[in-house]
């Protein structure tokens, strides 16, 4: 019967002889778990970064923006043509069955101001549906209501930025503020949203009623007229059939014929995320690989110097083999001595990535996430590395003819 315990502790002694070849033969491996962990960590963080940006926008969005207009055989680009109107918008929520909910949009951008600070941002004229259509709660106050719509009333929602820069630590709820030298009741708070994928600060906005936008604030050249209408489908798998229907209706509605080019564009913001989302976790997988390069350069490490120790403690061999010890004891000797050197290697790299991640997060404000699946993929892969090259040095040990091992010098 093989005793694994003594096994273990002869391991141990014959890797202690030679403890610097021994370290040398964990280095590769230490380096291949170091930049596997490091690498899965930095995929997982900017896959959790887009995540939050999907979040930030809203789900199942899409963005219907008016076409574009040529003067002088110039073309001027998507939104130089105004197209859109607020009953665009409310043709959409009743008439696509795909469409969860509908917010129409007047931007621009101008100077706030309370007491004597001011703050130059976007204004943002738009429905209540537009908190449902971006996910976005309130943290203080009360939403506007349709009735702020139908009668434009002078109040407005701000985000977290706007009032770091106006009121500092004071509440806004209930205070005045000047849009353009009209004031604005504040009658909530969004909650915070952070940076959007671009670097865009998502939390430096006002919204105001739609309304109230258009007569107060930026006026329209025609009634209704609006900058662009944001839609959230049903659901992720409704988003495309949505487009299709908003596409359909649009083209109806504008009297658009067959073959004509579309006066709008709608782009789908959610796929766009996802798309980046994939593209980054498989450039992860990427990384993942050829860090993993670095491992089976360490295994080949660990086999090559297995065969040298195979070659040196023949002797050693035929010793044990003429006093009783069998094929799988000499075996499992030096496999457990392969697997020894990778698990050690392995534990010693899972340390290194893990503070090589939190170290490149902190430097560089790059996210990681060390996720404990990353940690046990890794130090079982070190483990079967330095099983798989480690059985032909012990095959070939257990091989040997113990007469032979005993006259070897």
Known sequence: MINVPSTVKIAFRALRVNKMRSALTMLGIIIGVAAVVTMLAIGSGASKMIEEQISSIGSNLLMIVPGSTSAGGMRMGSGSQPTLTIWDAEAILKECPSVLDVAPVISGTCQIVYGNQNW????FGTTPNMLNVRDWPLASGRPFRDQDVRSSTKVCLLGKTVIDNLFGSIDPVGKIVRIKKVPFTVIGVLEPKGQSLMGQDNDDIVYVPVSTAQKKLFGTLFPGMIRLIMVKAKSLDALAKAEVEVTDLLRQRHHIVHKQEDDFSV???????????NSMKIFSLLLGSIASVSLLVGGIGIMNIMLVSVTERTREIGIRMAVGAKTWDIRLQFLIEALILSLIGGSVGIAIGVSGATVLSAMAGWPTIVSPLSIILAF???????????????????????IEALRYE
């Open 380 to 402: 079982g892969f070190s483990g079967m590395v330095g099983i798989f090259f480690g059985f032909y040095p012990a095959y070939k040990a257990s091989l040997l003819n113990p």
């Open 120 to 123: 130059s941002t976007g204004v």
């Open 267 to 277: 782009r789908n913001l959610t796929q766009m995320f996802q798309i980046a989302e």
